[in-house]
């Protein structure tokens, strides 16, 4: 059973930080591309930055100069270090991964974390 497993949202003042962080867990042979998305209330689920299993990046454009994407791959794992915050970041922050779980498996399947309030608000 695979699990992604995030942590670290919360409420923050506008222009705070916050850093999330996601650990695969179970059965994984390996894990290709890792990345972050947003779900604001009413709206559609967005990408907010993916990393490679090779360190390639992309941010969406709203985030470029106030997040980082990192990820462990030791850990099995992806970090989101956001800055700056401004009102319009609030939404539940999902964990995403594609994982390979048997070295015999042809194809990587996506997971997806339970998600994660970040609130910024004064």
């Known amino acids: 059973q695979v699990q992604l497993v995030e942590s670290g949202g919360g409420l923050v003042q506008p222009g705070g930080s916050l850093r999330l962080s996601c650990a695969a867990t179970g059965t994984i042979f390996n894990i290709n591309a890792m990345g972050w998305y947003r779900q604001a209330p009413g709206k559609q689920r967005d990408l907010v930055a993916v990393?490679?299993?090779?360190?390639?990046?992309n941010y969406a454009d709203s985030v470029k100069g106030r997040f980082t994407i990192s990820r462990d791959n030791a850990k099995k794992s992806v970090y989101l270090e956001m800055n700056s915050l401004k009102p319009e970041d609030t939404a539940v922050y999902y964990c995403?991964?594609?994982?390979?779980?048997?070295?015999?498996?042809?194809?990587?399947?996506?997971?997806w974390g339970q998600g994660t309030q970040v609130t910024v608000s004064s």
């Open positions: 990393i490679t299993r090779g360190g390639s990046i």
């Open positions: 995403n991964a594609g994982i390979k779980k048997y070295v015999y498996t042809d194809y990587y399947t996506d997971y």
